[in-house]
Structure formats: C-alpha cells, structure tokens
Nanobody, 123 residues
Framework: QVQLVESGGGLVQAGGSLKLSCAAS????????MAWFRQAPGKERELVAG????????YYAASVKGRFTISRDNAKNTVYLQMISLKPEDTAVYYC????????????????WGQGTQVTVSS
C-alpha cells in the first residue's frame, strides 16, 4: 500500500511560482509512474504532468508545457511539480497519483492518490 502526501500549495499572484511536493511511502517508489492531476471547481480531474519510474520520460498537458516541470528524487521517494508563470486558470486542487507502468491520462488507472493541495492564482 502506497501513501502519498502533497505539500506546497498556496495563494500566488499571476506570473508567480510555486513548487509542489509529493512524498511517498509504503512501496518501491521507483517502480511507479507518478503523475500530477488537477481539478478545478465544476471541472473534471485532468492530467497535468507525469514521469515514469526511472525519471527518464515525462508528459505534460499542452496547457502547462513550458511552464511546469515534473521531476522525482527516487532516493527521497518524492516527486515535484515546479510551476512558473502561473495563470488564474491554473487554480485548482492538485493531486499526486501513482501507478505501475506508464503514464496514462485516465484517473481510474491510478491506484494511489494523495489528499490534494490547493493552488490559487489571483489575477
């Protein structure tokens, strides 16, 4: 059983930056593809970025490409999401998720989820 705990959310002005962290425990971290999803009020949860177990492959949604960077430290069992040039439309609850295998966009394919961290970008 893998437990995921996110941190680093908060309130930031448009154009600002935040770095989210997700600490994992209870499994062999490097076996898992890790992903960041987000869910804005009234919208479906969407895949923002993902990284495979080795860290050698990543995925970004078109809306965040060039602004967000996902990385992982397998020695620390932690995945990060560095967000720059934030926009009000980035406002959402951000969730960390884990699955064995590759990065896929379907939420039901992820076995483990964190509790979420709120990111609010003011205009």
């Amino acid at each position: 059983q893998v437990q995921l705990v996110e941190s680093g959310g908060g309130l930031v002005q448009a154009g600002g930056s935040l770095k989210l962290s997700c600490a994992a425990s209870g499994g062999t971290f490097s076996n898992y593809a890790m992903a960041w999803f987000r869910q804005a009020p009234g919208k479906e949860r969407e895949l923002v970025a993902g990284i495979i177990g080795s860290g050698g492959g990543t995925y970004y949604a078109a809306s965040v490409k060039g602004r967000f960077t996902i990385s992982r430290d397998n020695a620390k069992n932690t995945v990060y999401l560095q967000m720059i040039s934030l926009k009000p439309e980035d406002t959402a609850v951000y969730y960390c998720a884990a699955r064995l295998g590759l990065i896929v966009p379907m939420t039901y394919e992820y076995n483990y989820w964190g509790q979420g961290t709120q990111v609010t970008v003011s205009s």
